[in-house]
């Protein structure tokens, strides 16, 4: 894999997390986004440079457009270019259909659907520019099949994988590529609600029989990377817990 310019959003813990470390690793410039988790941030800026790798970090709400411009303003001046984008910050809610409100909806569909139209919007113009680009957006399981007590992020991520197949149709005239990762459940944080047997119940229902680990997905952005004959597709990573 040739030096490419990554950025890579939410990507202070859990998925993000394993993607900016495996690219990193792979001697490109990344740069990680991150909003509330600083510490989250500089540690992992720390761990990749006692390994002699360096990581660019940077602070911005991608729900929030003055400091998304900010970010891809500050990654353009000081690299020139944005070769990948990888959009994966989100939020989850857990929440009953009835009970979610007005408030609950403005906020998860801000943070997981108009985070990625705005970001995706601010980095495209330099990629149409550069006539090249990759976007890959980490979308979910739940976009595909819903998920119960998860309607309005279960539609977020839906939202997602259309914009994605929309978007690889249209930016296709600049030879810029565009696909999701929807991946099932996964070892982070964002399953931390879940009990011991929550999870054995569920594997059980999974054919590979586990849940799938941050790095499967991080290699899986690896390979869009590498292979650049992929584009509007939503590549299930889940065990074939979905088929």
Avoid: H
């Avoid at 990762?181 to 399953?191: K, R, S, V, Y």
């Amino acid at each position: 894999m040739t030096n490419k310019v990554i950025l890579v959003t939410g990507a202070s813990r859990g998925i993000g997390r394993a993607i900016a470390k495996e690219l990193a690793r792979e001697g490109n410039t990344v740069i990680a986004n991150y909003n509330k988790s600083k510490e989250k941030a500089e540690e992992l800026q720390v761990e990749l440079r006692q390994e002699a790798v360096d990581i660019d970090i940077f602070k911005a709400d991608v729900s929030k457009r003055e400091e998304v411009s900010q970010m891809v303003s500050y990654v353009l001046e000081k690299y020139g270019k944005i070769d990948v984008l990888v959009n994966n910050a989100g939020i989850d809610l857990v929440k009953m259909f009835t009970d979610v409100t007005d408030e609950d909806w403005n906020y998860v569909i801000n943070n997981n659907l108009y985070s990625v139209f705005c970001v995706t919007q601010e980095v495209s113009k330099s990629m149409i520019k550069e006539k090249s680009g990759l976007i890959v957006n980490i979308s979910s399981i739940f976009g595909q099949i819903g998920a119960s007590c998860e309607s309005i992020y279960s539609v977020s991520k839906a939202g997602i994988d259309a914009l994605t197949k929309s978007l690889a149709k249209e930016f296709s005239l600049s030879n810029i590529r565009v696909n999701s990762i929807a991946p099932g459940l996964i070892d982070t944080e964002m399953n931390n609600d879940l009990s011991e047997e929550d999870i054995k119940n569920l594997e059980k229902e999974i054919p590979l029989k586990r849940i799938g680990r941050v790095e499967e997905i991080a290699k899986t952005v690896k390979m869009l990377i590498e292979c650049d004959y992929i584009t509007g597709q939503v590549i299930s990573v889940n065990g074939g817990w979905y088929m």
